[in-house]
């Protein structure tokens, strides 16, 4: 036998081999397809290894879809698989919407998977309602705390019942803005009541008004009841108010009538600086008189008379006002006795 015919005996059964090898790893699946009239042909299983798609999640999903009365495409599986997408998730979200009749089509179920919410969460949600906790406990509070009209303060706890909507599940606002709105709703009917003995008594229409205002709007849910399920008197925020503003009134009121002592203690001294001052400028002009007397001599404008006449009119004054000191001091002892 000649070499060449050696080669291609070899190159044969390498094919062979190959073919062997193929159909060994693919012959299940191909069966499996087969047998549950999905049929998926061998040079597409090959053609999804090629494509780095795995063949058993994209056969295997597409026997349950067709099972389900579902037709959903080998390519749009591979092409969602290609995408990031969880082939698996979507088609069981799908036969759970279809048994439930709920309208979901395969694009509207792969768009939310890929924005990268759990779409067969959304579809059980929409069949079994969530009951969410207002407000959220994991945020460490537990009351939503608000104060009516007379100053009492209310804490109230609720309870939203709400269902996914599945239209509005791409690009539709969390849970935690239904949380939001709703605490805000309670703090806003809290606060429209004149007493807290009307939300104790009717804590029911707290729940009527905040389901009026339409919170839903914008988000991926629809918003089935609020229930109230605790309200608690807290405390008297208006009688505290109003004796912080009482302190405050009595801190400022201390702080003028300090200003104004001080003002005043102030103006003390200087009057008393001004005082002697004054007296400071009598002293300075009596002791110029004995230099004007002096320069009158030497003048000639007062003569030795005068001067005698002037100081017997000093002793009589120096003698009236020690006998007017004199009998004051009498007349103030005799009162004292």
């Known amino acids: 036998m000649s070499t060449a015919m050696l080669v291609v005996l070899g190159i044969i059964c390498l094919i062979v081999l190959f073919l062997i090898l193929i159909i060994a790893r693919y012959f299940a699946l191909w069966i499996q397809a087969l047998f549950a009239e999905a049929r998926v042909s061998f040079f597409n299983l090959i053609g999804m290894s090629l494509r780095k798609v795995n063949p ?89 705390d608000a104060v009516a009209k007379d100053g009492i303060q209310i804490r109230a706890k609720a309870r939203v019942t709400v269902r996914a909507n599945i239209d509005r599940l791409v690009g539709g606002a969390t849970e935690e803005t239904i949380i939001a709105r709703v605490g805000e709703g309670i703090v806003t009917t809290i606060g429209s009541a004149d007493t807290y003995n009307q939300v104790l008594e009717n804590p029911d229409n707290i729940s009527k008004k905040v389901l009026e205002k339409g919170l839903d709007a914008g988000t991926a849910f629809e918003i089935l009841s609020i229930d109230i399920a605790d309200v608690d008197v807290g405390e008297n925020i208006g009688a505290k108010l109003q004796a912080d503003q009482a302190e405050a009134d009595k801190r400022r009121f201390q702080a003028e009538a300090e200003k104004r002592r001080a003002m005043a203690m102030a103006r003390e001294q200087e009057m008393q600086a001004l005082v002697r001052e004054n007296r400071a400028k009598v002293v300075l002009a009596e002791a110029e008189i004995p230099m004007a007397i002096a320069e009158s001599f030497r003048s000639g404008n007062l003569g030795i008379m005068d001067y005698y006449k002037l100081r017997n009119i000093q002793a009589d004054t120096q003698m009236r006002e020690g006998i007017g000191g004199g009998q004051t001091q009498k007349d103030s002892d005799g009162k004292k006795q």
């Open 56 to 144: 058993h999640v994209i056969v295997l999903s597409r026997i349950r879809a067709v099972q389900a009365g579902l037709e959903v495409a080998t390519k749009e599986m591979e092409s969602h698989f290609l995408a990031g997408g969880r082939v698996p998730n979507v088609i069981t979200a799908l036969i759970s919407a279809n048994r439930a009749n709920i309208d979901l089509t395969w694009k509207t179920a792969t768009a939310i998977d890929l924005a990268g919410r759990d779409i067969l969460d959304a579809v059980q949600m929409s069949v079994i309602p969530k009951v969410i906790d207002c407000p959220n406990p994991a945020t460490g509070k537990t009351t939503i």
